[in-house]
């Protein structure tokens, strides 16, 4: 399978425990994007990487998320201390920089918070 | 506020007639758009995609209008099958480095 994989594809955790979120983009996109989708909206942008630099966070990504892609290739998103406004399925897309390019996306991990 | 807007949550349409899905944006930096479909439990899929240079770009059975004067675009599936049933998502590209800005989506249901 060579799309973008996403694990775990569901977690369930009480308020004020950690996740962290994988992500395994297609391997040779240099462009990777976390979302946010919660029910009845779209999925909201959240974070960017180019290979390994962040480049861009959201004003939705709040001091309790981390994002990381070490060496340019898989991703991490980390929350900590969860609340109940978290829960929301994390998408991941990857893309090949270029000129208009397509994003594609991972199943996501839906994450409820008790 | 919502730059890309899709104003109708659902779409019921027959299967064999056209879907015809609608979607407004407030940006004019916006500079392509896209359409992706969603299945339950899956992320989204890339459908089709249309420039700010062209006014319709077609796929098979799927054709994006696009009208910039009035801002918005347009998305044909004719004919309308059972697999189409989805929800769809229009999307929105200004070259920059946030990705995509989405609508809310909007709820394809193909009748038998």
């Known amino acids: 399978d060579t799309g973008v994989s996403q694990n775990p594809r569901h977690k369930i955790t009480k308020r004020g425990q950690n996740v962290t979120f994988r992500c395994d983009p297609i391997?040779?996109?240099?462009?990777l994007y976390w979302y946010r989708q919660t029910l009845g909206q779209g999925p909201e942008f959240l974070t960017y990487?180019?290979?390994?630099?962040?480049?861009?966070k959201s004003r939705l990504l709040s001091d309790r998320f981390s994002a990381e892609r070490p060496k340019g290739s898989f991703s991490t998103l980390e929350i900590q201390r969860t609340e109940q406004g978290d829960s929301a399925m994390y998408l991941c897309?990857?893309?090949?920089?270029?000129?208009?390019?397509?994003?594609?996306f991972g199943s996501g991990t839906q994450l409820s918070v008790l | 506020d919502q730059q890309v807007k899709q104003n109708s949550p659902s779409l019921s349409v027959q299967e064999g007639r056209i879907s015809i899905l609608n979607c407004d944006y407030t940006n004019s930096m916006f500079d392509y758009f896209l359409w992706y479909k969603k299945y339950p439990a899956e992320g989204p899929t890339f459908l089709i995609s249309?420039?700010?240079?062209?006014d319709k770009n077609e796929d098979g059975r799927f054709t994006v209008f696009l009208n910039k004067s009035a801002k918005h675009l347009s998305l044909h599936i004719v004919p309308s099958q059972p697999g189409d049933s989805a929800v769809y998502f229009c999307?929105?590209?200004?070259?920059?480095?946030?990705?995509?800005?989405f609508g809310k989506g909007t709820h394809l249901i193909i009748q038998p």
């Open positions: 249309i420039s700010s240079i062209k």
């Open positions: 990487f180019q290979n390994e630099a962040q480049l861009e």
């Open positions: 391997s040779e996109h240099n462009r």
């Open positions: 897309a990857s893309s090949l920089q270029g000129f208009q390019e397509k994003l594609f």
């Open positions: 999307a929105a590209d200004r070259g920059g480095a946030d990705g995509l800005t």
